[in-house]
């Protein structure tokens, strides 16, 4: 098919991809806007779609907003983006957004966890709705009750303020963790548990002590510790040196949780894994700069802002959003090896 620019090579209309394509300008709306399925043929709407792409067409988003009522752009609420799982949750909600003409706004807390100043009262007016990592939650409170629809990330399902809710399967992984320290025969255990308040945490703390209660022989014991290297080292530190028989695996509620525990192994001039094994959760790029490499639970962050993002539009769209927590996988590599003794 060929095609040609406006005359005086002006910005071309939906008129003229209308024109191009044999078409009328409502078959154009419906296609460029992606409300053409049960409408128009998909025939058609590929021949729209290709000559829009032809001609160099870009719809005035502007000026559809206006006639929508829509600002056709979402906040993305996160706990900090110096760790690299919330800004590969952006990447996923971004690339989402992109697809439908939305753009995402990021709200990081300055505090890297918990309570937020106020990102909405000035913002409002300016979004269509929110994504929200529940480890950010405090940054919540002024659209709770507003007409925001609110999608909550990694949280608990329970929670009725929010029009729905995207979750990675953390148990299981909690369970992949504990069956496969058992299976190397490890009985006596340390949970470094995340000193921060939420539910994604919580979740790893009962479904540990889910899969422990009832093997035999086992012992647990749980140390909180901050979300940060040195913080972490001297939790692990002072449970690896009570008196008594010294725990063989540190289960660790994050890669770098267990990145200072490592280091508080090797401090106390232990091996890991000869020693003591250790375990993270999320697969950061650190798992495999430790020395040796970190097993640990990886996590899809990507995903986790792609079906974020799908929801929100689910949601805006009056579609219940796709059910079923996302998968999770255990990677096994060299922190973890047989019990001694």
């Not at 952006?90 to 309570?115: D, M, Q």
């Not at 025969?185 to 009962?206: D, I, K, N, Q, Y």
């Not at 540990?208 to 009832?214: C, F, K, M, N, Q």
């Not at 009056?318 to 060299?334: C, F, I, N, Q, W």
Request: proline letters at 7%; one cysteine or more; glycine letters at 10%.
């Amino acid at each position: 098919m060929q095609t040609r620019e406006p005359v005086g090579g002006a910005r071309p209309t939906s008129k003229d991809v209308a024109r191009a394509a044999g078409v009328s300008q409502a078959t154009v709306s419906l296609v460029l806007g992606d409300k053409w399925r049960g409408r128009v043929s998909e025939r058609t709407a590929g021949l729209v779609r290709q000559t829009a792409v032809d001609l160099g067409y870009r719809p005035n988003l502007a000026a559809r907003n206006l006639r929508l009522g829509r600002t056709r752009t979402a906040l993305l609420v996160v706990p900090a983006l110096t760790n690299e799982f919330f800004a590969r949750v952006y990447a996923g909600a971004a690339a989402v957004a992109e697809e439908h003409g939305f753009g995402v706004v990021l709200y990081p807390s300055p505090e890297g966890v918990g309570p937020a100043k106020d990102p909405f009262a000035s913002a409002r007016a300016a979004l269509d709705g929110v994504i929200a990592s529940s480890m950010a939650a405090g940054a919540l409170d002024a659209i709770r009750g507003t007409d925001l629809p609110l999608v909550m990330l990694d949280s608990d399902p329970a929670d009725p303020a929010s029009a729905a809710h995207v979750n990675l399967d953390i148990a299981d992984g909690m369970r992949q963790v504990t069956d496969h320290l058992l299976g190397l025969g490890h009985r006596r255990f340390v949970h470094l548990a995340s000193a921060v308040p939420s539910w994604t945490f919580e979740v790893r703390a009962r479904a540990l002590d889910a899969v422990l209660r009832d093997v035999p022989g086992v012992s647990l014991r749980t140390v909180p510790a901050p979300l940060d290297v040195s913080g972490a080292r001297a939790a692990a530190g002072q449970a690896l040196s009570v008196t008594g028989p010294r725990p063989t695996a540190l289960i660790c509620d994050d890669d770098i949780i267990a990145a200072g525990a490592c280091k508080a192994v090797r401090r106390l001039g232990l091996r890991v894994p000869e020693d003591v094994s250790v375990t993270g959760f999320d697969d950061l790029a650190l798992a495999t700069a430790l020395e040796p490499e970190l097993t640990t639970v990886s996590l899809p962050a990507e995903r986790v802002g792609e079906a974020g993002m799908s929801a929100l539009l689910s949601v805006l769209e009056g579609r219940a959003p796709e059910p079923g927590d996302l998968p999770v996988t255990l990677v096994g590599r060299g922190s973890t090896g047989p019990a001694r003794g």
